[in-house]
């Protein structure tokens, strides 16, 4: 076998062990990087998921609370014109209306519970004392008045806020009923956008919003049960159907100044959703490594046998001289030491032996 040979077997050898335990060191690396991707992607996802769906409720708060300051400069008879443009569309405010500081509707829009008292309800307590916004809770004294075209009972997120008189003193409160509905496609929409699934929680623990169906297993997992204590924490879970997903979960959905409804976020997004670009970057890696690696034995068989060229040729000269066969004059060779000192004892050889020019006479 050819030196040549041999050292290219050899270095192949070993840069295929060195490719095998660099590929291996890569892919659990790899791996590694793959988890903490998909918990960094799952974590920013849920945080911009929660933050859209409280700010666009922030937004319906604060518009409900300016307009109450602006109800104190109102005349009450003008009411109701006013709360039919400012409910808008009512497949977002289902109802608006303005009690008098006893509890009783002095107007709201299309003339619903006017004359009624609201007086025990939570909106027109808390409106009293300052903006309130409060969870979500299925309608009672509006359920027979609003049409329904569905067979799932009407829900309502509540805002309220006191009406102040020009002497400081409370004129009344406004009040609104937004529709859980709207709420709800809100954040569907989101994380439909987002490719993210989103549960929210409410203060007793019960899920209350679901962009995915949800059966009580996977209400039971660690990442519902740290939303019902508050905390943010990570998970790899299986779920109720089978499939692993990094869930991540927001404590406290709230925005800016407004009061918190006490609801928490559980979002997660599928193990596999990073898979396909994945397993496409170890595809390129390993098919680079692969080339890389051909093209470094390559190089170095070529380097090699320019190398060994003159000590092959050098060889040869010395073994047919040691034969006694003419030879052919070979220049000395200094490209590497090995050469030199084959080169040097070739030409010595061809001076003293029986071919050299110093034993023939004239």
Do not use: C
């Amino acid at each position: 076998m050819q030196l040549r040979t041999l050292l290219t077997l050899v270095v192949g050898l070993i840069g295929t062990v060195v490719f095998v335990i660099v590929a291996l060191v890569f892919q659990n690396n790899l791996n590694t990087y793959q988890a903490e991707t998909s918990e960094h992607a799952v974590r920013v996802r849920a945080q911009a998921l929660g933050s859209f769906l409280t700010r666009t409720l922030y937004e319906e708060w604060r518009q409900l609370e300016a307009s109450a300051a602006e109800f104190s400069r109102a005349d009450l008879p003008a009411l109701r014109e006013r709360l039919d443009a400012l409910a808008g569309n009512p497949d977002k405010i289902s109802w608006m209306g303005v009690a008098s500081p006893e509890g009783r509707i002095l107007a709201s829009t299309g003339g619903l519970l006017e004359g009624q008292s609201v007086a025990e309800r939570p909106w027109f307590q808390q409106g009293l004392a300052g903006p309130f916004a409060g969870d979500v809770h299925e309608a009672v004294l509006l359920a027979r008045l609003l049409q329904n075209d569905t067979s799932e009972p009407l829900r309502f997120v509540d805002f309220s806020a006191p009406i102040v008189g020009a002497d400081g003193q409370v004129m009344g409160v406004l009040g609104a009923h937004v529709n859980w509905r709207w709420v709800r496609n809100v954040a569907a929409e989101a994380a439909r956008q987002l490719e993210l699934d989103a549960f929210v929680v409410n203060r007793e623990g019960t899920v209350i919003l679901a962009t995915a169906p949800i059966d009580e297993a996977s209400a039971a997992l660690p990442s519902f049960e740290a939303a019902r204590r508050g905390v943010t924490s990570n998970f790899t879970e299986t779920w109720g159907d089978g499939t692993a997903y990094h869930s991540f979960t927001v404590p406290n959905l709230t925005y800016a100044d407004m009061p918190s409804f006490g609801w928490a976020l559980v979002a997660r997004l599928e193990e596999s959703a990073f898979d396909l670009s994945e397993q496409s970057f170890q595809r390129q890696m390993w098919a680079a490594g692969a080339v890389l690696w051909f093209a470094v034995l390559v190089i170095f068989a070529l380097v090699a046998g320019i190398l060994i060229r003159p000590l092959r040729r050098l060889s040869a000269a010395l073994l047919s001289q040691s034969r006694g066969e003419p030879t052919a004059y070979i220049r000395e060779h200094r490209r590497t030491a090995e050469s030199q000192v084959l080169s040097e004892a070739l030409a010595r050889f061809q001076a003293s032996g029986p071919g050299g020019d110093s034993g023939s006479s004239g």
